[in-house]
């Protein structure tokens, strides 16, 4: 009942007292002399502050300029500008009854009868097998460029013999319902002298 005979008397909005809690336990300008009390809430206003023309200018830019890459990725068919090159990589189906190829890369040794194979990383040859799939052709085309894997396996292995040839190869496996059957068939791609 006092409190109802007060908020009468004061004019007091429960409202704003319930969403300023601090408002509740504000003195009433009584104490100036008036007999009033102050029925604005003190509640700040708040203040967005717009994008400088900067802000707005390299968040529009750098999609774009991610969507240009991935447009030039697709034509060009690409994956130098990974990971934004060709999609074709991430969308291809496998028929379960086709066949897998594999890139691979052998080398022969002096005094030794066949090639051996390499493994197709930068531990063994200074390359993963994908940068070089991803420029098959351009090897294949230019076999001097495998000039830089022998050099590349001198140097990673100096207690092993120099390779005298190397030997850019794809293997192609035979699927039938998903399982490979028999013998991967190998073919010799490109070959070269080392130097």
Known sequence: MEEKKRRLLTRHDPAA???????????????TGTGRTDTHSSKPATRVKPLSK?????????PA???????????????????????TQYATAKDLNGTVGSTCIAAQFPGEDEPRRLGFNTATVGIERGDVESQLDRVIAHPELMQS???????????????????????TTQLKNGLSVGEPEETTLATWEVR
């Open 17 to 31: 007292s319930a969403a300023d809690p601090a408002g509740s336990t504000s003195a009433p300008s009584s104490a």
């Open 149 to 171: 894997m022998a050099d590349s396996y001198e140097r990673l292995h100096p207690n092993e013999p120099k390779p005298e040839k190397m030997i850019l190869c794809r293997t």
């Open 65 to 87: 300029v991610a969507l240009v890459i991935l447009t030039c990725g697709q034509f060009l068919n690409t994956n130098d500008f990974f990971p934004l090159g060709s999609l």
């Open 54 to 62: 900067l802000s707005i200018g390299w968040r529009i830019a750098v």
